[in-house]
């Protein structure tokens, strides 16, 4: 599966940004979805993750009350509403795709995903 991330950009702290992760090549339904964070000179963290077989999501807790993860698997597309949004936000948003499997467990080891996006600059300014 391929994946085409969007919908970064610039914007003020306690604005919202919606982005969006195409698929491409295999129908999403069939994987965990996952949304990553790289900030310049830090590791790339974990920030949502939405099950491919009940649309559960899990969060960091960072972003817990404030982004919101969906899919639509008509338009083959994933989605990570951030609202709230404050200036340690700033980081490149990475979606990543796993082949789902059976159970409840919500992956967040960057490690567990096979499939990557390029990535989606969000700055946000104080």
């Known amino acids: 599966v391929q994946l085409q991330a969007s919908g970064g950009g610039l914007v003020q702290a306690g604005g919202s940004l919606r982005l969006s992760c195409a698929a491409s090549g295999s129908t999403i339904s069939n994987y965990d979805m996952g949304w990553f964070r790289q900030a310049p000179g830090k590791e790339r963290e974990f920030v949502a993750v939405?099950?491919?077989?009940?649309?559960?999501?899990y969060y960091a807790d960072s972003v817990k009350g404030r982004f919101t993860g969906s899919r639509d698997n008509a338009k083959n597309t994933v989605y990570l509403q951030m609202n709230s949004l404050k200036p340690e936000d700033t980081a490149v948003y990475y979606c990543?795709?796993?082949?789902?499997?059976?159970?409840?467990?919500?992956?967040?080891?960057?490690?567990?995903?096979?499939?990557w996006g390029q990535g989606t600059l969000v700055t946000v300014s104080s």
């Open positions: 990543a795709a796993r082949p789902g499997y059976s159970g409840t467990y919500y992956y967040t080891g960057r490690y567990n995903y096979n499939y």
């Open positions: 939405i099950k491919w077989n009940s649309d559960g999501t």
